[in-house]
């Protein structure tokens, strides 16, 4: 069956480091895969969508890759802030087809 | 970007009574709409896919009967929970898709957070 893992339910790291968060899926070929972040008692706010077909993709101090050979995502948010902390979604599907997401790694960033 | 306005953002009910909650899109329209469900420490799960004007699709062990699901209009789609129990008890949010693409971001409700007592 499809299967979406975020490894870690939990990271914690200090201000001004880089949060690396992994999402992998096994049964899956997905053309392109997307990153949200849900804060307490909301809901989930797009963040960045990667293709296929691209290795790495930025935006501002975010940067997703994509590897679909190891069926992997990482998600990376540099020079972190106590305002990034929230829980991280990873999601396949999308447009017509509903999102199915991984578990989530809810990320403190301690000042 | 485009906005989908869910109302109420909670509800508190007694057992046995209904709940209605409505998502809107705002200023696009919202051909199909998703509808999740997300208890504690949870993900978010899918309970059903709503097209405007058609019956709407019910993922495995979601009753149909209990969460009934109107998608009347291209703006509007409603999740009425009948005859709630405290195992309802959940945040419920709603999500649409602007356009035609496949590759296009979700938007989503703010979230309806239910408790029945």
């Known amino acids: 069956s499809q299967k979406i893992e975020q490894n870690s339910e939990a990271l914690n790291i200090q201000e001004g480091k880089t949060a690396t968060l992994t999402c992998n899926y096994t049964n899956y070929s997905p053309a392109y895969l997307q990153w949200y972040r849900q804060d307490p008692g909301r809901g989930p706010v797009f963040l960045l969508l990667i293709r296929e077909n691209e290795k790495e993709k930025r935006k501002e101090r975010l940067k997703v890759t994509f590897d679909t050979t190891l069926k992997q995502s990482l998600f990376h948010i540099t020079a972190s802030q106590p305002a990034d902390s929230a829980t991280y979604l990873c999601?396949?599907?999308?447009?017509?087809?509903?999102?199915?997401f991984g578990s989530g790694t809810r990320l403190q960033v301690q000042p | 970007g485009a906005v989908v306005s869910q109302h109420p953002s909670w509800v508190i009910c007694k057992s046995g009574t209904s709940v209605k909650i409505e998502c809107r899109s705002l200023d696009f329209q919202a051909t199909t709409m998703f509808w999740y469900r997300q208890f504690p420490k949870q993900s978010l799960m899918l309970m059903a896919t709503?097209?405007?004007?058609?019956?709407?699709?019910?993922e495995q062990g979601v009753e149909k009967d209990k969460f009934l699901i109107n998608h009347a209009s291209l703006t509007l789609s409603t999740l009425t929970v009948t005859s709630a129990h405290p195992e309802d008890s959940s945040f419920y949010i709603c999500s649409s898709v602007p356009g035609q693409g496949a590759d296009t971001e979700a938007f989503f409700g703010q979230g309806t957070r239910l408790t029945v007592v």
């Open positions: 999601a396949l599907g999308g447009g017509r087809r509903a999102l199915t």
């Open positions: 709503s097209n405007e004007g058609s019956k709407a699709t019910y």
